[in-house]
């Protein structure tokens, strides 16, 4: 399952991110999901592991963190 998120969700965020980027819209898209992001990874939930958005090819991230960011993007995209 896990292998899910680690598939699905990186592939979703990073055409959201061309697209952006496309538009011109990349800083304000990347501005916005880290700011969600960074306030949920401070509460420490061990259930929702979010980190920031550092690029396009998402340095670092695990599918743990792939959950996180599937689990709160209907609420920013």
Not at 9 to 38: C, P, Y
Not at 39 to 60: D, Q, R, Y
């Amino acid at each position: 399952m896990h292998l899910l998120f680690l598939g699905i969700t990186k592939t979703v965020v990073k055409q959201i991110m061309e697209w952006s980027k496309a538009h011109s819209l990349q800083n304000n898209f990347l501005r916005a999901s880290n700011g969600v992001l960074d306030t949920i990874g401070s509460c420490h939930l061990e259930w929702c592991v979010a980190l920031k958005i550092t690029g396009p090819n998402f340095g670092g991230w695990v599918s743990d963190n792939y959950l996180a960011l599937a689990r709160l993007c209907k609420w920013f995209f």
